[in-house]
């Protein structure tokens, strides 16, 4: 059952280029087929969430953390009766700009673009999405509705500023299922990174319970009853886990409804705060697990090495393609020069380098710099 804030679904969705409907899927439904068939989609495999992929294939990508996003994101909109679809369409596409190697990589190209409109990887999706897919005949990008658009161009976290874009900036706020999405994303990175450094032994289970969290109370109570506490460490960090997830998601839920009345989805866009928050003292908890996974998680020598690397090989390949663009692949090539000026040149190599996985920007290195690496049909993608 949706409230009057769930955005509301035009038979072919407010796009564009004009669209027939479909006969069976909402307009909402076909924006997300569409970002799960996009070549954008699929390279998230092999894109870092905080490990390299090549470190071991059990630890989150970039296609693992978004589709636990689009599972949070849901539970949340069900809950507040928005808009299921669109929901878990923006949480599909919230990611896709992203470039390999993290954080890292983002913050790399950014700098490679300064004085040329930056990289900001939500700005990156949405060119993604409105031009750089190529999989239809009568328009370029995946033609999405405004407000999956919106959703994409608005996502909002500690880590996401994005540039502001022009045609989203009539009202304060985005929709609230956009908004819905900025928190999954949030409560999803923090327990599942987590999650991945107890793991990956980059943090101890001793050193987390040392965090001066009021949820711990709670957590522990919870182990204890499932008989969990002297149990299996493996189970007990998994189950730790899960119900951190369960507490934020539940706060969430019964916080934000507190702000819901009777609101139509443009007054929900219109009030000078967002709608969907967590209460007080659960943002300062969350607040608090981030911060000490930028102390003993992020900043971990181990993970400072992968990140330099990344940093390293991007900056490499995009300095010999701008002295030496004969270097790149013929479609790029064709790109470059059809492009009017520096900057557009920059950014075509932005669009190459940001669309790469992991692997292949790495494959691509080894090409470009190993003397002893074949390269005869290395060239043809």
């Not at 407010?14 to 989609?41: M, V």
């Not at 470039?99 to 990289?119: Q, V």
């Amino acid at each position: 059952m949706t409230g009057p804030w769930a955005a509301k679904c035009t038979p072919a969705g407010r796009r564009r280029h004009p669209e027939n409907e479909d006969p069976y899927r909402t307009c909402f439904q076909r924006d997300r087929d569409r970002i799960l068939y996009s070549t954008a989609f699929k390279r998230l495999q092999y894109k870092t969430q905080v490990y390299v992929v090549h470190e071991a294939d059990f630890y989150r990508t970039r296609l693992t953390h978004t589709l636990e996003v689009a599972q949070h994101a849901r539970t949340v909109a069900r809950a507040l009766g928005a808009n299921e679809d669109l929901t878990e369409a923006i949480a599909l596409a919230h990611d896709l700009g992203h470039a390999p190697f993290g954080h890292a990589g983002e913050e790399t190209l950014n700098e490679l673009m300064a004085g040329f409109g930056g990289f900001e990887h939500n700005i990156q999706s949405l060119r993604i999405v409105d031009s750089l897919e190529k999989r239809y005949p009568n328009f370029d990008g995946l033609n999405l509705t405004f407000e999956t658009r919106e959703g994409i161009a608005r996502h909002t976290t500690c880590y996401d500023h994005p540039q502001a874009v022009q045609e989203f900036l009539a009202t304060p706020q985005p929709g609230i299922e956009a908004q819905i999405v900025n928190f999954a994303d949030q409560i999803a990175f923090v327990t599942h990174d987590l999650e991945d450094a107890l793991v990956a032994n980059l943090l101890s289970e001793e050193k987390l319970w040392e965090l001066p969290l009021a949820l711990w109370d709670e957590v522990r109570s919870r182990l204890k009853r499932d008989g969990l506490w002297q149990g299996d460490p493996r189970l007990r960090r998994r189950q730790l886990v899960r119900h951190l997830i369960e507490l934020f998601n539940v706060n969430l839920i019964t916080e934000s409804r507190k702000n819901l009345t009777d609101q139509t989805p443009e007054e929900i866009r219109s009030l000078p705060e967002p709608v969907i928050r967590l209460s007080p003292d659960y943002q300062d908890e969350l607040t608090r697990l981030r911060s000490f996974l930028h102390e003993e998680v992020y900043h971990h020598p181990s993970v400072l090495v992968m990140v330099n690397k990344g940093s390293r090989l991007l900056r490499e390949m995009f300095e010999l393609f701008l002295s030496e663009p004969r270097l790149l692949p013929l479609q790029t090539q064709a790109r470059w020069k059809h492009a009017k000026n520096e900057l557009e040149q920059r950014r075509v190599l932005c669009d190459y380098l940001s669309g790469m996985t992991d692997k292949y920007a790495m494959e691509t290195y080894q090409r470009l710099l190993d003397p002893y690496e074949k390269v005869l049909t290395a060239f043809g993608r």
